[in-house]
């Protein structure tokens, strides 16, 4: 069950809230957003909403059987949109795009980047200054200093950046600099991290873990919600399975099974999803078409020299062209 509480609610009231609880045996615990205050009790014992819904200080009850709950579409029926200022949003009934390198790799990759980003009319863009690599030997990224580099280049045109944090120790010094935190496949249940992620302010994107369930995916948004921060977004990249043809196994079903258990925006990443430069403009195309918020892919001036994935990443002319398609499929369809 959770209890919605409005802002006003007096001490006294609260306490009256939970004797009746504790009456009925139900495990309360607190959940204070940005946005709301709320109470998510957890027992086995029924309960008549309408004892605790017509209560002084208390906004909206629901019954929530899935064991993510604040996360869950039961209790919130409107989707949720997250704005990131300056009219952009992740949510909303245009399509989101992200877009970037793998890694960032200096200023003039940058300097081009985003000219290709305002030519294409993008906002956001996505890139990586912590690299989790498969080899130690690869290269992991600027850390920090590119950071700031990015952030300092994309201000003047208002271009929001999503980057990944990799450790807890690492949000503190990011915080300024970062429109949108990314959770990646690695670190999906690295619930350390996904605790200290919902004590900030800041939208945070969590990826599907590589062999991680839909299930376990919204379970890990649960974790950031429940210890305060409702900004979230939700990524399908794909899974490993037994198949070796490609990068990763790109489930188009988890979009709309997300969408249809979840009110949290849902993108899509068909660069890592496949892993093959040549099938990543259909993939975007499909998780549209799928009900997807939105895409985030890869994208590099030149990407067969680019020091991480150039085989996944789409160059300048490919990214303008699949902008022009997405444009295109949004003239054409309606998928709300």
């Not at 209890?3 to 607190?30: D, Y």
């Not at 819904?53 to 039961?74: E, M, R």
């Not at 209790?75 to 877009?99: C, H, Y």
């Not at 999906?188 to 599907?208: C, H, M, T, Y």
Request: glycine share 6%; with cysteine; proline share 4%.
């Amino acid at each position: 069950m959770i209890i919605q509480l409005t802002n006003s609610i007096t001490e006294e009231q609260k306490v009256n809230l939970f004797e009746r609880l504790n009456k009925n045996k139900f495990a309360i615990n607190e959940v204070n957003t940005q946005l709301e205050k709320y109470l998510v009790c957890i027992g086995k014992s029924e309960i008549d909403i309408r004892e605790i819904g017509h209560l002084p200080g208390i906004k909206d009850v629901h019954i929530v059987s899935d064991s993510y709950k604040l996360v869950s579409k039961k209790w919130k029926v409107k989707d949720t949109s997250i704005d990131l200022g300056n009219n952009v949003f992740i949510g909303k009934d245009v399509p989101s795009i992200m877009a970037g390198p793998c890694s960032v790799e200096g200023e003039s990759q940058i300097d081009k980047i985003i000219a290709h980003l305002n030519q294409q009319n993008i906002k956001i863009l996505r890139g990586g200054v912590f690299k989790p690599r498969s080899s130690p030997y690869a290269f992991r990224g600027l850390g920090i200093d590119g950071l700031k580099m990015m952030y300092e280049k994309c201000k003047p045109h208002n271009i929001k950046i999503i980057t990944e944090v990799m450790q807890v120790s690492q949000i503190e010094e990011m915080l300024p600099y970062v429109d949108v935190f990314q959770v990646g496949a690695r670190n999906s249940q690295n619930f350390n991290l996904l605790d200290a992620l919902g004590e900030i302010d800041k939208p945070v994107l969590l990826k599907r873990g590589v062999s991680g369930t839909i299930e376990e995916l919204l379970s890990s948004a649960e974790y950031v919600f429940s210890k305060g921060n409702e900004k979230l977004i939700l990524c399908e990249r794909g899974i490993r399975t037994f198949e070796t043809a490609y990068r990763n196994t790109f489930d188009i079903n988890a979009i709309q099974v997300l969408k249809e258990k979840t009110h949290l925006p849902v993108i899509a990443d068909p660069s890592h999803g496949v892993g093959i430069r040549s099938f990543v403009p259909k993939l975007a195309l499909s998780a549209l078409l799928s009900g997807a918020d939105g895409i985030i892919y890869e994208v590099h001036e030149k990407p067969e020299e680019a020091l991480s994935d150039g085989q996944q990443t789409l160059n300048f002319m490919e990214s303008a062209l699949l902008v022009e398609k997405i444009k295109l499929l949004y003239r054409s369809f309606n998928f709300n």
